[in-house]
């Protein structure tokens, strides 16, 4: 049961339907969409839910589903039923392209139907099809939609004459016309033209005498008549005679292929079907895929535990700003099943109501619903809803009145399969009378164990959801400080209106506010300000909390790096030694060969001093060889070439000479990366040098044996332009990107595609997902680039 009748219109799930019909590429998934119902039958619930995130599955894997002719057959089924009747060309051409989608359906199935069970039951409403039809239209019809010459034999022939005859015709045309050029019958600029379906000559009326023909129009001005000459009118009544026969013919094909047709249309009617709730799903899947919609676990019990649930239309509403949505966290179940949400005005609480009450209302009638995959809900029978202004002129009914109906039919109906939705209850009314009526409300709606969320600035029901089991007490957060709302609900704490500090920080007089705390009470306010302190508290550690973790994090990935270099360090050394070491090996092998030589060519001298001074001094050559030269270590000669630095672009740090890459600009912070350390520095301590003079100095380094990472840094940029390329080029430049910078630990990584028609983002993002490197992918930010931009984190 749902209540009221317009609860769709109350809900905006009227703006839903709007959005999915935009998303069908036919009427007849729009037809679809008018038929969407709430139900509480859990099967079909979980079928239509399961094919909706089967169709989201294709969607993402980029598989080639057929997206186009997906067209109401219907009127044309209609058409042939009657004996005698036939289709026309056009017609017959939209029954060839929607037999030709069904096909690549069908095709589609076949192939991938293990991965996608629910959507390929749905081919049983093409058990009865047979494709042997489209084969015999596609002999018939072409490509364009037009019959084909070969079509029949009787055809092929008139259309061959027919082509000869308008040879033939426009040849004596041509000469004829000439002629009359070269007389000067013709305006200047004239050329022949068509008139009744018949060639004519543009002949200048005072010539019109001269030549012996038919005048079948003249210009507007009276000047120029239009001429079939004599000699020509012959074969133009040959001409029409053949086309009259190509009609004829025509039909007696279109007839026959109808008749063919015809036994056909039960058949073709189930497929029209099929046709329609593929359009339909594949509309939902969209819709889903846009609204980042999930499928939560469907469970018997009646539960509700949704993580990161969002209002869909707020959050385009809010996307089309530049802003983002706070998600809400919501749970109920088991001993708190009816929520009463409390807070200041403007505090996010009707919001949060409406949320609910559209993601259970999306989610009964099929949709997948914005909210994290890990989300449970259960299916309700009865749904009732009281928002908003519901008085009557004409039954006389005040507001208060129309919410004091909706109240009755909510508890004489309601029962443990009812979720409800009361916003600003007991609201209308004097207070004290309200807020007793609406607190004893309340209690019988939480007796007959009813699901629900309902809002509130009473405080007499934020009491009652504190004493009674089955009742929670819910607060919209809020910053006191400030004076402005968080959106986060937090559950098991009601939440302070607070009108006094909004009041004092307004600017009202001392006089009254303190006249107002008299008034309402001292234990009230007592109350109200300890709900005050919590909140604030709440969000002193809120932000404390934020902070370390931040600091944390930041110092997991200090010391992760600080390990990382550790190690290359280690290995660096090691590597150093162990080539010193082959080094000094093979040099003192050289030296004890010589020492040898030297001593064998003493021998052999026989000591003569003249020998030995000889061999004294070539080992003194030899000694200076081998010496070691005192090499000086000096700084790389890099030319600073200054300008404007900009990302990609290579920086000295000026105040201890280290050589980096910009990765990215924030007003005066940049962020630069260090062979494998990442850093932030202020714009001032750089200055920009030549990417030239740094490849040169690496090149030479790596020549005298050694292997550096900063060369392989130095040639690889974090940012990829993909923009101006086509679809088949840019699919190796993408996997050679990611793997460049997981090989070299680059974590985030900048993919420039421009928005256009959508078509390299969504070749990019596809090939990205199937990427085991790729942690996370999102849109950059709106100022710097938006949906044109895609920024990869990899694992």
């Given amino acids: 049961m749902l209540y009221p009748p317009n609860l769709e219109q109350k809900i905006n799930f009227i703006k839903i339907k709007d959005l999915l019909k935009a998303e069908c590429t036919s009427t007849l998934g729009q037809d679809y969409v008018d038929k969407v119902s709430f139900t509480s039958d859990y099967n079909l619930v979980q079928r239509l839910l399961d094919q909706t995130e089967e169709f989201r599955q294709i969607l993402i894997s980029g598989e080639s589903f057929p997206s186009s002719h997906f067209t109401n057959l219907t009127p044309y089924l209609d058409k042939a039923k009657l004996e005698g009747a036939f289709l026309e060309q056009d017609e017959f051409y939209e029954v060839k392209l929607a037999l030709q989608t069904l096909r690549g359906c069908i095709s589609f199935f076949q192939k991938y139907g293990e991965s996608y069970p629910t959507l390929s039951a749905l081919l049983g409403l093409l058990l009865d099809l047979d494709l042997n039809l489209l084969k015999s239209i596609d002999q018939i019809i072409d490509e364009k939609g037009k019959i084909r010459s070969n079509a029949s034999k009787e055809l092929q022939l008139i259309r061959t004459q027919l082509l000869y005859e308008e040879g033939r015709l426009r040849k004596v045309m041509e000469r004829i ?88 249309i039960p058949a073709l009617k189930k497929a029209t079907n099929f046709l329609g709730l593929m359009d339909f799903i594949r509309a939902k899947a969209r819709f889903a895929m846009k609204t980042e919609s999930h499928k939560p676990e469907l469970v018997k019990e009646r539960t509700l535990s949704w993580t990161r649930a969002r209002h869909p239309l707020l959050e385009m ?36 109501l409406k949320t609910v009450a559209l993601l259970q209302y999306m989610l009964q009638c099929g949709l997948l619903i914005p909210v994290h995959p890990d989300s449970k809900s259960s299916l309700f029978d009865h749904f009732f809803i009281d928002i908003g202004d519901e008085q009557n002129l004409e039954n006389d009914l005040s507001t208060y009145s129309s919410h004091l ?13 009812t979720i409800l939705f009361i916003d600003e209850f007991g609201t209308g009314t004097e207070p004290q009378f309200g807020g007793a009526i609406a607190e004893s409300i309340l209690l019988a709606l939480n007796k007959l164990g009813a699901f629900g969320v309902i809002t509130t600035h009473y405080g007499n029901l934020k009491q009652v959801a504190n004493k009674n089991q089955g009742l929670v007490n819910g607060a919209m957060r809020y910053d006191v400080d400030r004076l402005e709302p968080i959106y986060q609900l937090e559950i098991g704490k009601p939440g302070s209106s607070f009108a006094l500090e909004i009041a004092s920080k307004i600017g009202l007089s001392k006089e009254i506010l303190n006249y107002a705390k008299d008034h309402i009470g001292e234990e009230r306010v007592r109350y109200d300000r300890l709900l005050t302190q919590l909140e604030n508290e709440k969000n002193q550690y809120s932000v404390l909390l934020k902070e370390v973790k931040d600091k944390d994090k930041l110092l997991q990935a200090r010391l992760k790096e600080y390990n990382q270099l550790k190690e290359t360090l280690e290995l660096t050394k090691k590597r150093y030694i162990q080539e010193a070491k082959l080094e000094a090996k093979a040099l003192l092998d050289q030296t004890n060969k010589k020492i040898e030589l030297v001593i064998r060519e003493i021998k052999e001298g026989n000591a003569e001093k003249e020998v030995t001074k000889q061999v004294r001094k070539e080992l003194e050559v030899f000694k200076e060889t081998v010496k070691p030269e005192k090499v000086l270590l000096k700084d790389p000669e890099i030319q600073v070439i200054g300008g404007a630095i900009a990302v990609g672009d290579w920086v000295r740090l000026k105040d201890n000479g280290a050589i980096a890459e910009v990765l990215a600009i924030k007003n005066k912070d940049v962020d630069i990366t260090i062979g494998d350390l990442k850093s932030n520095v202020k714009l ?38 993909l923009r101006g390329k086509r679809g088949e080029e840019v699919l190796p430049l993408i996997q050679t990107f990611i793997d460049e910078g997981f090989m070299l630990g680059v974590k985030n990584l900048r993919i420039v595609h421009g928005k256009g028609d959508g078509i390299l983002r969504e070749i990019t993002r596809n090939l990205l997902r199937t990427m085991p490197q790729v942690g996370r992918m999102e849109d950059e930010h709106a100022d710097r680039g938006g949906a044109g931009v895609t920024l990869v984190t990899l694992k």
């Fill in 317 to 352: 509403a809010l996307k089309a700003q530049g802003k983002e949505i706070v998600p809400l966290h919501v749970k109920l179940g088991g001993h708190e099943r009816l929520l009463v949400i409390s807070g200041p005005n403007a505090g996010g609480k009707s919001v949060t």
């Fill in 177 to 264: 016309f000439k002629e009359a050029r070269a007389k000067g019958l013709t305006p200047e600029d004239a050329a022949m033209t068509i008139r009744g379906g018949r060639m004519v000559i543009p002949v200048a009326a005072e010539n019109k005498r001269k030549l012996r023909g038919f005048i079948h129009d003249e210009s507007a001005t009276g000047q120029t008549v239009f001429m079939e000459p004599e000699e020509a009118l012959d074969i133009n009544n040959e001409i029409r005679d053949l086309e009259y026969m190509e009609k004829r013919e025509i039909i007696r094909i279109l007839t026959r292929l109808t008749d063919q047709l015809r036994p056909a």
């Fill in 684 to 721: 001032s301590r750089l200055e920009k040098i030549s990417k030239t003079e740094v490849k040169k100095e690496l090149k030479a380094v790596e020549r005298r044996g050694g292997y550096n990472t900063n060369e392989k840094m130095m040639d690889f940029s974090s940012n990829l332009d």
């Fill in 405 to 417: 109906m909706s109240m009755k039919h909510f508890t004489q109906f309601a029962n443990k399969k």
